[in-house]
């Protein structure tokens, strides 16, 4: 080869050398070391690749084609295959660990092939068995006929997921198919139970030889998704590998010994004679049909058939094992992955397959377009009612779909015909499967929802994706409801186990109950037991609760009444069997005398929980399950912002108080005559008018003996000595009036007109209406059905004026500031918002109740100040309007846990959060908004959020969380999560959702305890009070118009906190929770303990510290501490110094 650089005149592709000689032959090409390199690694050399005019040229392949029109096509999606590529990198196994998994089968395998014999016994004769050895079966009955002898297996191959190569981590699980020698059984054993057994007795023979090897680490018996007719044998090797992968080993009847057709899903291999004990007269064709029985043994007889068709299929698609792997991984983040009637990877190796192989996709295609045209053929087939079939030509003995969907709920049949995959799943889970697939192509196809995390990233719990949940506790009640059902067939069809019995018909039972308010209804997967080889096998009852999900339809789940066909229909007696006593006949409005079942709810707390009255009822008539065995976990964080003793309320009845009495306001504003110049517009700048505001104002009556009635202003001062009087809320509204030529151009005169509005406004409304009203400067203050509206007067064009200023040249300069800023904030920004989240209550019920939820835990944990009440609005609503990969929260506490969720792990460092009010953003604003941010992150804020209006500066985080406080915000918001999802769906924990709310104060310097005498807003504390005191008013029905007014906006905590703030906010950060906190915790600021230079002008709570010829000040901390308790004399109760930090 000549020795000659290329000039890259085109674009050379550059590669790595592959050999040291190559380095020789070719020209040498500078490439920058790394340190590692220089350190001893080999040293990798850049060159450009020399290529002829032709090969430059020459036309792309077939292969590169496909690639560029799959790019253009789907371009959104370009970014998304890369991501998904690494993932594949990150599942897939290691090299070494595959040649560690390949020794340790050698050595299994080698010694399951020197298993010693044992003398033939009858199969109930366990005296060749040691006594350290169990036997992993449930002996129900106790005995069945047969012989047993221990013999070395016929062969021991790989089946399942590793010889296939779709086996992932980081559960790495490798199957072994042990063969049962042909002598050990009988053609006779699918008849009661003898083959499981057998096959139960030959696993623990294994187990006992093994149990003396020193090449096996753990050993534990489990069962193959929750069947208990087939257990398994877990080895892990010794050493420090036990935890990297998992043996299971199956044993297996020989290939073809049992007659397929034995176990037609209409056909009885267990005897009600030998099951129950009892003598019967029933010959076998009269017997019940045992499906599920029939369909675990045969199970058994497939496996190796089922790797030599995948194999097959496998070898013709490229991207076959990427395919399933990427399914596999989608399967594990929903919880679909594992326990009884799962989808497992086999069912999913196998869907892609039959997929393959009726020509709905192309051999060629991506793992990417596998995955994708698998879920779009889950989402849009229904096979609870078209079963597939792999089967090409089966023989004439295998059933029909028809029987199987007779026999079984949801139907995937192998390629032998006999075998039904999806014997065990249940139809809401396959649902849930369906619903979950559904799901992810809309956000797929969305330009504006990051795919790959929706899709692969992102766990989907169900305490975080299920509305409401349930649990059944007491898994042994499940015995009586087999008893109430007369499930007595099904139940020896399950072989005993009658959790499973009666799990499909509580599903439909709760499934006809809960009829249109549902969405859809899910249950957990029973876990795979694994117990040790010593012990006996768990019963049926020793497993966590049975879990279930619910998915409301808002507009119809909190209905209170259930209405049935009229009286005399023939449906009415069959809506009587299904409510029992509930049920009552009642007439309507409309004259229709119909069935019907009255709930109770008053409240909407309440009538949230209408589908728990349904769902115990129910399963208290039908199944004999108490109410004391379901634990329901709808509400339970709702109590946090729950108020009323009498009728309980989370808020939305006082909001739409506080709305209908400012709809009342703003016509009576819009009808005024006798103004200058006309209102234009009447807006609503407050949460409670956006049913956001944690407790929401309530009407007040006042109690005028506990005040001194000021003369001048007619208003009421409390008394000396009494408690601080209630807080009453002023409920901002703008009122814009319209523009004219009259307004003049100084902003003092502005302001001065605006006086004058106020004024002007307050004496029309006291002659027309007899309001009480007080104006000031800023605002006019309007007292009105037990509430206070403060009106603040705008003018469009006053921020406008605020930003232009003369020069010393007389020149007219427009400049922007704080000022004008922070009143465009008043009188635009917040209005829309308000009128904007106010839509998206109306479109979503519970969306006030999670904005509640929400600020009440930011203010507990003392973030109040970071996190306001407008950024946690928006963090919110972007739950609601971007909920993938959920749907949106149909409950409070669903919607709570997303928050937390959304807090902790959203990359607030590199990404920015759109929040698409209205849905006003299009996929181009995106991108620009992306884009911009990437640009000029360094000065934006650290929690970047924008809104259709507000794209590049996100006004409402610009003053605050800082990076330390968005930090803490962030680790606390996931601690909570984990605690608060614990103790949710575990009924052992100590069940106290309050403490997610209580603040840990270890961090803090300084905690200074206030008197709760003089904390207005005691009662909405977390924790609430056990004494309360008089704040000055009365129960009874308040006055719509009239009386003096009330002390406005009086909370001696904030304005104490304002108050240390102006004084001490350069050296220390102070911390209150706004809703009834009784401490303030004082944070120093470290920079502030760092001596300085004496100077006369800066030693305000300084000490001097001399050193040499030095003279340098430091802050004085016991006169600070002192100043504290001046400033708060009368409100400070004590003050606790928690640690020497400051101390020099």
Known sequence: ????????????????????????????????????????????????????????????????????????????????????????????????????????????????????????????????????????????????????????????????????????????????????????????????????????????????????????????????????????????????????????????????????????????????????????????????????????????????????????????????????????????????????????????????????????????????????????????????????????????????????????????????????????????????????????????????????????????????????????????????????????????????????????????????????????????????????????????????????????MPELAASALERGPPADSPKAAEFRQLWGSRSELRRFQDGAITEAVLWDGESMCQKRLVPRQIITHLLQLHADIPESSVRYVGAMVDDVIKTGSELPSTGEEESLLVVQSYDDLSRKLWRLEGLPLSITAVQGAHPALRYTQVFPPLPLKLDYSFFDREKTSRSLVPKEGKPCPAYITPITVICHMEGSGKWPHDRLAIRHIRTAFHIRLGELLKKHHNYTCRPCPTHLDVWKDGLVFRIHVAYHREPQVLRESVNAEGLLVVRDNEEAQALEMATIHKPLLTSTLHGLQQQHPCFGAVCRLAKRWLGAQLFGDDITEDTADLLVASLFLQPAPFTPPGSPQVGFLRFLHLLSSFDWRNNPLVVNLNNQLAATDYTEIKNDFTATRESLPVLFIATPKDKKQSIWTKRAPSVQMLQRVVMVAAESLKLLENQLMDSNQIQDVRVVMRPPLDAYDVLIHLNPKQVPLLVQAVDPPTVTFSRGIMAGNVTQSGGALPVINYNPVSLYMAELREAFGDLALFFCDPHGGTVIAVLWKPKAFIPVPFKTSQVSARSVVVTGEEANTVPNVEAILEDFRIMGKGLIKSLEARTEKWSL
Not at 18 to 38: F, G, W
Not at 67 to 95: D, G, I, N, T
Not at 106 to 132: F, G, I, N
């Open 1 to 552: 080869m000549k020795k000659k650089q290329a000039v890259a005149e085109d674009a050379a592709e550059m590669i790595p050398s592959e050999s040291h000689e190559e380095e020789e032959n070719e020209a040498p090409v500078k490439a920058k070391r790394s340190k590692t390199e220089d350190a001893g690694g080999e040293e990798v050399v850049y060159h450009p690749v020399k290529l002829s005019r032709s090969d430059l040229y020459r036309p792309p392949t077939a292969e590169e084609l496909n690639q560029l029109k799959e790019a253009e096509s789907l371009f959104h999606c370009s970014l998304l295959k890369m991501q998904m590529e690494e993932l594949l990198k990150e599942v897939a196994l290691s090299e070494r660990r595959k040649q560690q998994i390949d020794s340790f089968i050698q050595t299994v395998t080698k010694l399951l092939r020197t298993v010693p014999e044992s003398p033939e016994v009858e199969v109930s004769d366990l005296s060749w068995l040691s006594s350290a050895v169990k036997v992993p079966f449930l002996l129900v009955p106790k005995t069945t006929k047969g012989k047993f002898h221990m013999t070395p297996p016929a062969s021991v191959d790989l089946i399942g997921s590793y010889p296939l190569g779709t086996c992932t981590k980081p559960r790495v699980m490798v199957d072994l198919a042990v063969t049962i020698p042909a002598d050990v059984l009988h053609p006779k054993d699918v008849v009661n139970q003898r083959y499981p057994r057998k096959r139960a007795l030959y696993l623990a023979g294994l187990a006992q030889y093994l149990a003396s090897s020193s090449d096996i680490g753990s050993m534990l018996y489990s069962c193959l998704h929750g069947n208990r007719l087939r257990p398994v044998l877990l080895l892990t090797p010794p050493g420090k590998d036990s935890s990297s992968f998992i043996v299971r080993v199956h044993a297996c009847p020989p290939p073809g010994f049992f007659k397929p057709n034995r176990f037609h899903p209409q056909r009885n291999n267990i005897r009600t004679e030998w099951y129950t004990g009892l003598q019967t007269s029933q010959s076998e064709s009269s017997e019940p049909p045992t499906p599920h029985y029939n369909s675990s043994v045969l199970g058994d007889l497939l496996p190796r058939a089922h790797l030599q068709f995948l194999s097959a299929v496998s070898s013709q698609c490229s991207a076959f094992a990427d395919g399933v792997a990427l399914l596999k991984v989608w399967l594990r983040q929903r919880e679909l992955h594992q326990g009884a009637g799962c989808f497992n990877g086999f069912l999913a190796s196998m869907l892609i397959a039959y997929l393959l192989t009726s020509h709905r996709i192309s051999n060629s295609m991506t793992a990417y377009q596998l995955l994708r045209n698998t879920l779009n053929f889950l989402a849009s087939t229904d096979l609870t009612v078209n079963g597939i079939s792999l089967a090409k030509d089966p023989d004439s003995t295998a059933p029909s779909l028809a029987e199987f969907h007779d026999a079984f709920q949801v139907v995937f049949v192998d390629p032998s015909g006999h075998l039904n995959m999806c014997a065990d799943m249940t139809a809401c889970t396959y649902k849930q499967l369906q619903h979950e697939a559904s799901v992810s192509m809309q956000f797929w196809d969305n330009p504006t929802v990051d795919g790959f995390h929706s899709l692969l990233m992102t766990p989907k719990p169900m305490i975080r994706t299920s509305d409401h949940i349930f649990q059944l506790c007491e898994l042994v009640k499940l015995q009586s409801s087999c008893k109430k059902l007369n499930l007595l067939s099904e139940l020896m069809d399950h072989s005993g186990n009658y959790v499973h019995t009666a799990l499909p018909y509580i599903l439909s039972l709760l499934q006809r109950g809960l009829g249109q308010r549902i969405h859809l209804l899910t249950h957990s997967l029973s876990p795979d037991p694994e117990w040790s080889v010593e012990s006996e096998a768990p019963k049926h009852k020793a497993q966590p609760p049975l879990s279930f999900g619910v998915l409301l």
